[in-house]
């Protein structure tokens, strides 16, 4: 048995360049898909839904593309890789979630919705105030999430250049706020889609390859594994025991607690997860979805749990926190000693092949989250609550209108709205990918798998809520809807800002000044029963009732079909 600590296994600055052709490699590629799927069409559909034309599938792999970012392949093999047993119970939260997707939301939404989330609360609470509440909080949600993309980004790039250096972190987000702000403008929802699932493919397939050499490697004995993790782990046994990054006191539990209930119930209401159920034609073809994207994650973070464990063992958790303080370059390492070693041909081209698979994995959420933003700006807060109110047909008119035509805006100056539409939108995704930008920037040394743990917890704060009451309350009003998605949203933000990830230790964004209050990192179990509460009171003390005809109109599309896009 061995009982060495791991010799240091950062590759020498010799070692770069195969790395950084495959990164180029899978520039060019995705680029080359952008342009060719962009010319394809222009119309809002195929923007914000790539034409509704993606089988089960391949929707599927797309959603599971869209999961699996850099906080799964990055960010939790790193947690694992320096907590153990507090970071698997970390990727069991992202899993059960889409449990609640399958049983809530996939097929309401695809019947409901049209591109976005405020078209599901739009359906009965036709408010201009609604739809800018809705979309502004799926611009924070996508914000959250990006600045993680980018973050993990700046890492994976400076680990491969051999240098902690902030300026080589800075250039790669820099560098990847443009490709974002191309694959959006030009390719719209149907490159992104296809981005997506060439990502998944590979992703999927690198993560096999090196649990197939991993278990290789321990002769598939899974105990031997646990044990030299243990060994290496700087820890010993409580590497394997709950408890070593949150069980030091009450409050660090209860954070915990606080962050699984986010990742649980925050991916229903994550924008770009939601409007994925909307390039497929059927409510059928979601659902269908939905179950190949729960076997591909399924598989994905079984597999990220051997990763972070042979991370351990292979090259010790002192050496990932050394390359990077918060694990994030864990499984680019683990790749360079299961191939064989610094200095060996083998460990050069394992690395740089997973460092490329990761930065594809990057490239392709962070093309999906700005979509996303740029459809919740353009689609919800601009045509929808900003340049006018939607037109009110009599209700006795309603079906002499083709259910199709409305979907589409109808006639030609319908067409021409949509075209303004969609110009706006690829402004947006200019503006949007500058803001992520700056904000990433300012958290470099931050945990990927955190940072999108925030996210969650805006999206259960926020979105959840409100799709839910709009989903299942016959009495829901569009003040109670107003209420909800702020009731949630500000309280989330507003307590990360006065939280220990933003001031108050050498982690945080500001490490030099402390002005936290709130002793909770993650702030879902407060945050998420307020917006829950406060749409309820919005409610009940609403004074306009809720509209029984909409609501029964919204009950029969959501659960038939009938009449959706």
């Known amino acids: 048995m061995r009982t060495a ?59 599971s593309g869209d999961y699996l970012s850099a906080a799964s392949f990055l960010g939790v093999a790193g947690l694992i890789a320096l907590y153990g047993y507090d970071g698997v119970l970390y990727s069991i939260g992202f899993l059960v979630a889409w449990l609640v997707v399958l049983m809530l939301v996939a097929e309401l939404v695809r019947n409901a ?31 959250f999430y990006l600045v993680a993309q980018m973050v993990g ?47 998944a493919v590979l992703l999927v397939a690198g993560s096999v390859l090196l649990t197939v050499l991993l278990m290789i490697r321990f002769h598939g004995d899974v105990a031997e594994l646990m044990r030299q993790a243990a060994q290496h782990s700087g820890a010993g046994q409580r590497y394997l025991e709950p408890g070593l990054k949150y069980g030091h006191s009450f409050t660090s539990r209860l954070d915990f607690f606080s ?14 997860i939601l409007s994925r159920f909307y390039t497929v034609p059927t409510a059928r073809a979601a659902r269908r979805s939905t179950m190949w994207a729960i076997g591909l994650v399924g598989g994905f973070y079984l597999m990220a749990i051997a990763l972070g464990l042979g991370a351990t063992a292979l090259v010790g958790s002192a050496e990932v926190r050394h390359a990077n303080p918060a694990g994030n370059t864990a499984v680019p390492l683990l790749a360079l000693v299961l191939g064989g070693g610094n200095g060996s041909t083998g460990g050069v081209v394992l690395f740089a092949l997973i460092s490329a698979i990761a930065f594809a994995t990057i490239l392709a959420v962070v093309a999906g989250l700005t ?9 919800d807060i601009w045509a929808g609550a900003w340049r006018g109110r939607p037109r009110r047909r009599p209700r006795g008119r309603r079906a002499a209108v083709p259910a199709s035509r409305r979907a589409r805006g109808g006639g030609a100056s319908g067409q ?12 947006a995704a200019v503006g949007i990918g500058a803001v992520a930008i700056a904000l990433s920037l300012f958290a470099q040394q931050m945990n990927v798998a955190f940072l999108v743990g925030l996210a969650f917890a805006v999206a259960a704060s926020a979105n959840l809520p409100v799709l839910l009451y709009s989903l299942f309350w016959r ?16 309280p989330a933000v507003l307590l990360v800002a006065f939280s220990p990830v933003v001031s108050g230790g050498k982690a945080a964004l500001f490490p030099g000044v402390d002005f936290h209050w709130f002793p909770l990192e993650n702030p879902g179990i407060v945050s998420i ?22 609501y029964a109109e919204l009950e029969v599309r959501s659960l038939t079909g009938a009449g959706a896009a």
């Open 5 to 63: 600590t791991p010799p240091p296994v950062a590759p020498t600055g010799d070692h770069h360049d195969l790395a950084i052709v495959l990164f180029a490699v899978i520039v060019l590629v995705t680029l080359g898909i952008t342009l060719w799927v962009g010319r394809r069409g222009s119309a809002a559909e195929d923007f914000y839904a790539g034409g509704r034309d993606f089988t089960p599938l391949q929707n599927g792999f797309a959603l």
């Open 113 to 143: 919705g049209r591109y976005t989330l405020a078209d599901v609360l739009a359906l009965r609470l036709r408010r201009r105030k609604v739809r800018a509440a809705a979309g502004g909080a799926s611009i924070v949600v996508t914000l």
């Open 153 to 199: 980004a700046g890492s994976l790039v400076a680990l491969l250049l051999g240098t902690n250096s902030s300026e080589a972190r800075t250039w790669t987000i820099v560098a990847v706020g443009g490709l974002m702000i191309i694959y959006v403008t030009i390719g719209g929802m149907r490159a992104t889609t296809w981005i997506q699932i060439v990502k």
């Open 259 to 272: 962050l699984g209930l986010a990742l649980v119930l925050g991916t229903a209401g994550l924008p770009h």
């Open 371 to 379: 979509l996303a933003s740029s459809a919740a700006f353009a689609h």
């Open 416 to 427: 021409a709205a949509e075209r303004e539409e969609v110009g706006v939108a690829r402004i």
């Open 475 to 490: 009495r829901f009003t569009p003040r109670g809807a107003v209420w909800s998605v702020y009731g949630g949203l500000l």
């Open 529 to 550: 029963p307020l917006g829950f509460l406060a749409g309820w009171i919005g409610t009940v003390t609403s004074s306009e009732p809720a509209d029984a005809d909409r």
